[in-house]
C-alpha cells in the first residue's frame, strides 16, 4: 500500500478513537451531571474536569481534522509540482537529444546513465552487451560535448539550476 494511504488510514483511525473517547466522556459527564442534578450539591472538581477534558479532546479532534486536510492539499500540490518538472525535464532531454542528433539506443542509455546507472546495470535493463552500453554511452558523451556521466549530469543541472546563485552569498 503506498505510503500517503497508510498515513491517512493512521490518520483518520486516531481520530476515530478520539471521537469514541469523546463520546464516552460526554456519556459518562451525562450520566454524572443527571445524578448530580437529582441532588442539591452542584457540580464537583471531578465533574468540571471531565468537562474540560471532553471540550479539549473534541477541540484536539478538530484541529487534526483542520491539520490533516491540510496536509493532503500540501501532499497533492507537491505531487503536482514533482509531475511538472518530470514533465519539464523530459521536455528538456528531448530538445537536447534531438540538438545532439542522438539515436533512440543512444537516447536510452543516455537517460539511464543520467539516472546514475551504471554500465553494467544499463546492459542488463537494455538487454545490450557491456560494451555496446559503453560505445553508446562514449558516443553520447562526443554528440554532446561532455567528459563522461558527471559531464552529462552537470550539463542538465547548469540547464536545469542556471543562474540561479545560492542565497547569502555574493
Known amino acids: 500500500m503506498p505510503r500517503n494511504i497508510n498515513g491517512s488510514l493512521v490518520l483518520l483511525l486516531t481520530i476515530a478513537v478520539q471521537v469514541t473517547f469523546a463520546v464516552l466522556f460526554l456519556g459518562f459527564f451525562a ?3 443527571s445524578t448530580i442534578l437529582t441532588q442539591p450539591v452542584g457540580y464537583s472538581i471531578r ?3 471531565e468537562l474540560f477534558a471532553v471540550l479539549a479532546l473534541i477541540l484536539s479532534i478538530a484541529i487534526n481534522i483542520v491539520m490533516i486536510r491540510r496536509l493532503l492539499k500540501r501532499a ?7 509531475m ?4 519539464a525535464f523530459q521536455t528538456l532531454a528531448e530538445a537536447e537529444f534531438d540538438r545532439w542528433e542522438l ?7 543516455a537517460l539511464l546513465a543520467i539516472k546514475g546507472f551504471s554500465n553494467a546495470e544499463i546492459a542488463e535493463m537494455t538487454g545490450k552487451s557491456e560494451g555496446t552500453v559503453k560505445s553508446q554511452s562514449a558516443a553520447v ?3 554532446a560535448d561532455v567528459q563522461g556521466r558527471i559531464g552529462l549530469v ?6 536545469i539550476v542556471g543562474d540561479t546563485l545560492v542565497p547569502g552569498q555574493d
Do not use: C, Y
Not at 497533492?76 to 514533482?82: G, K, N, R
Not at 552537470?154 to 540547464?159: P, V
Open 47 to 49: 465533574e468540571l474536569f
Open 141 to 143: 558523451f562526443r554528440k
Open 103 to 109: 539515436s533512440r539506443a543512444e537516447r536510452e542509455v
Open 84 to 87: 511538472i518538472a518530470r514533465g
Open 31 to 33: 450520566f454524572d451531571v
Open 76 to 82: 497533492a500540490a507537491a505531487e503536482q509540482a514533482l
Open 154 to 159: 552537470t550539463h542538465f543541472m547548469e540547464e
